[in-house]
């Protein structure tokens, strides 16, 4: 493959994928799901086949299939093809905007990895942010216009960072940039590129369009929180480790061994890991509970890329790579429980798991990963981002990362118990598993996690290989064991023995069978009652909320909310001088001319 | 070949013992407790004879597939805790994953426990596991600033290390007292002990997560409570004092594992003696108490100890 090839196949491919489905309303979201099959298969084998290149287009676009673009690419459109694959059922109506759009920020996200230079980097960027847009606005409605604030805060940053680039150095080739940009030039430029790439992360502050956008249809928010939010992972990424380099992140100052620069933004993911993992936890709509989850885990992402070691940096890649598999599972767990119960509020749920129990194994191997239970792959980035932080002793970072992920047991159990477990309501005993369509896409996205947890080496060696390739170092590690500096672990002995003595424990608990007991039989002793609600759901973590009530009630969204009235207010007051009156305006407009001559003789 | 097999057998051993020893750990709870409260009590094999006739009884009744996941879960769980812990100095797998590891280790048992009790479907179960949960929550806070001081101070997050340091240079209590202050309250309520045993509480909850279990389940579920004390006894003694290390294996061979094997028994014996005594003599907290104390004051012991561990080693 040519870098020419690059485009036609991974942009403009899926974009007239997009185009061609918009028009045919019945098939549309299978002919999408081909379409990105299609450009999945041709990312999957195109490692290492194409080098950088030069495409004009009216202007130079720099495009590169190396080994992070590869990467996050394959990443995102694995997530993409089984959203994709998932929605054939889950999307009935509007199918052909709905794979249009997906298939566009497909093409979008694609252009994102492969640029290599800051204008196509912005261009792509804005088709996959608008994209978004449109999808969220589909069912969202007025809440989309929260995401799109925010969106063009984070394009007005990512221009302003570009600008400054551009300023400086003349170019906007990442490679260019390096050389014309000064120490203070770049901590400006790079602090507004961050930023604004932390606004799709979610990193908090910046974090309350997702609860809302994660609420609009689940196949496409598993895409938007798997795929999607990878971009601003990779956009980090790229501009603190590509464009700048550690050498111009390390001329910021060091302190043991962090760049002074990362080490805030690395502080700031570890707070919005603590947040948004507490936050998590008192939610009652499980699409809130895992949107916060996201921000949460995307957290820990942060802290591994602030950092910058190349263990921080390859446990975050990794972590990123193991949220895209296990969020886009549960997200789409929940897409199948609300097509089957249509609620998506976890009180009024509960004891799905006997009757979807395929639904429930796919979500329970997507929480072990979420919880980093060591059976899959989860495990190993969460470990090898602690292990980064306690190695260099960050005693702030390490702690906060540690009791968030105890906080994700609290949520995990909540969505096991509340939606899974449980009794059974009242109307839902019929509840039917889901179709083959709606399971194949989950189990897809579940092979990744258990197969990397036993060979870790494997996914090991494209992140070192990506490392290796923006200079940030090499990881230490075999096929199925890791190492940092303090510690490692070895995954085929914990996994073999674990084998082990399972079967000794099953050998033990061997028993004749038993007969299955109603749970009215058991819990109400055989008193005869026609219903009763036995399902501890409601308000789950009632004693804990109230202990954190008072700081619950502090919201950063309310913030912003204020924020935006008082802006109104003020505007409302500016509105005041628009009175529809000629003369009134005729008396502005003379007022301006006095208020330039007078200015304008006081600069003289 | 040999070596490997005789390796996997005397950690087999090892495991087993581990158990009977959390089993008379039980039994000696239960005598102690009798006589600061004045009674006779159970004699201390009583355990051995209650989880005997347990896992004997024919089978019961049942709920579903996850719930007789449950037992089997907690069980391997336990096991694989085992292996991952140096016992009396023995080294079964501790080289080969580190403290991180254990402390994801450790969370196995209770969670297919949890599935078992959400599966049961009894409303008890569920408060009793939000009740477990959120005490984990609580105590986590103090206890992973103490592992992180810990960790920081040696250097280290493998516990073959940390023992071997330990051995070398003296035990960590000593080094760092006020951090095995914070780890020794953490641990009360990581063993569910009074005043923490509010997950459990039988006179609000009925035994809350155990509700539903029994006979069989619940025989399993005894030997994985037995493996639980001694691996957070077992855990504090690693940690703190040394592993009960003191005579080389490399040196005095055999005779050394007896030596150690005896002084670890007395020290995680001990360990356990103050969770007893505190347990028969305190009432029990409501979850959000405990929530707020584990929170406030092993958390600034725990912070304090951090400072300590943070610029003693400069």
Redesign the interface.
Known sequence: MGHQDLFWLFVILPAFGGILSFFLERYAVAVATLFSGVVLAFAMFGYGMAGMGVLHVGFEMHLSLDAVSWFFMVMIDLVGFVALMFSMEFITDGKGSFSFFMLLALAGANGVVMSRDFLSLYIFWEIMSWSVFLLVLRSSGEWAKKYIVFAVISAVLLLMGIGVVYHYSGSLVYSGAVKGLSLSAWGVALSLLIVGFMVKMAVVPLHVWAPYAYSSEQTFVAFLSGGLSKLGTFGVLVVMYMAAGVSVMHGFGVFKNVSLFGYPFALLGAITAFVGTIVAVFQDDIRKLLAYSSIGQLGYVMVGLGLGMPLAVGGAIFHAFNHAMFKSVLFMGVAAVFYRVKTYRISEMGGLGYKMPFTFLAVLTAIFGLAGIPVTSGFISKWMLYEAAIQNRFVIIAPLMLVASVGAFLYCFRILYGVFLGQIDRGKEEVKEVGVWMLLPMYILVVPLLLFALFPGWILAWINDMLVYMNVGRLSYTTYSFSSLIGNADMLLFLGSFFVAFAIAVALFVKRPATNVDQYDNYLSGEVREYVRLHAAYNFYKPLKDVWAPLLNRSIDRGYDAFGKMLGVVFDRVKLFYTGNPQDYAAYVGLAFLIFVVVGWWLR | MTVMLENWLVSALYVFLAICVGLLFGGIARKVTARIQNRVGPPVYQNFIDVGKL?TK?????????F?FA???A???V??IL?YLPMGGYRM?AS??????LM??M??PA?GF??GA??S???NA??G???A??L??SY??PF??V??SV??YY????LTTLLGKQFSVGWAIVALPISAVAADMALQGMMMEKPFDIPIAPHEIASGPLV?FGG?YLG?LM?YSAGGIVVETSLFVDLFLGGGVVLDPAVYGFWAYLVNYVVWFALILAVWLIAVFVNAVFPRF???QA??FYWKWPTVIAILG?VQA?FL?G
């Open positions: 896992l024919k089978s019961n009744i049942r709920h579903n597939w996850i007789d037992p089997v879960f069980l391997s769980g096991i694989m292996l797998f080969k994953g580190d403290l991180i590891l994801y280790i969370v196995i969670l949890a599935l959400g599966a479907m009894n409303p569920g408060v596991v939000m009740r949960l959120t984990m929550l986590e806070m992973v600033i592992l992180l960790m920081i250097d280290t997050a493998s539903e069989k399993m030997l409501r979850i959000e929530f707020k951090l943070y080693k």
